[in-house]
T-cell receptor
């Protein structure tokens, strides 16, 4: 699986959009970008994933650059409950496993 | 949808006992299940991957005789920590995924294991 690079931590004001970047410059053609988050003392929660088109669901939007070497997860209106560690992961299809990096610790500030 | 249930959420037991943790996919069939371990303030570390009906594949450095994994059905996997010792104390998290392709993994809420 391709390696990803994320900032260690970020702050965001409550009610504002949180934009979490991820670099995956070695991503290959069949690898998807997945985002998960982990709130303290809980299991990771799946957020969204995509291949090359931008994706949106009830939780977030995923913007993938045209060259697919980076992506941004957008939480449109951050709340205090969005405070968590966010993981960006790339994985190919089939039965490949998901391995986690350090992620970005997002702190939403009142 | 895509709910993974993990039980128990917390267990405290004496050194030398064996502990079984269950992981169930409640509303989908999990072709593949994964077991992770997480130390405080660290990321998740993959321990093993299992496919229904076959032996688990363990990551390097994970003792297969210590951490027994059984994936007997498409909705249930178990992790047994055998003869547990204090150094086995950790947060264990299971994950399940439906058939291959680009399906995401879904995670249980974890089991906090404390060995006295």
């Amino acid at each position: 699986d391709a390696k990803t690079t994320q900032p260690t931590s970020m702050d965001c004001a409550e009610g504002r959009a949180a934009n979490l970047p991820c670099n995956h410059s070695t991503i290959s053609g069949n690898e998807y970008v997945y985002w998960y988050r982990q709130i303290h003392s809980q299991g990771p929660q799946y957020i969204i994933h995509g291949l090359k088109n931008n994706e949106t669901n009830e939780m977030a939007s995923l913007i993938i650059t045209e060259d697919r070497k980076s992506s941004t997860l957008i939480l449109p209106h951050a709340t205090l409950r969005d405070t968590a560690v966010y993981y960006c992961i790339v994985r190919g299809g089939g039965y490949q496993k998901v391995t986690f990096g350090i992620g970005t610790k997002l702190q939403v500030i009142p | 949808g895509a709910v993974v249930s993990q039980h128990p959420s917390r267990v405290i037991c004496k050194s030398g006992t064996s502990v079984k943790i269950e992981c169930r996919s409640l509303d989908f069939q999990a072709t593949t299940m994964f077991w992770y371990r997480q130390f405080p303030k660290k990321s998740l570390m993959l321990m093993a991957t299992s496919n229904e009906g076959s032996k688990a594949t363990y990551e390097q450095g994970v003792e297969k005789d210590k951490f027994l994994i059984n994936h007997a059905s498409l909705t249930l996997s178990t992790l047994t920590v055998t003869s547990a010792h204090p150094e086995d104390s950790s947060f264990y998290i299971c994950s399940a995924r439906a058939d291959g392709g680009n399906q995401p993994q879904h995670f249980g809420d974890g089991t906090r294991l404390s060995i006295l």
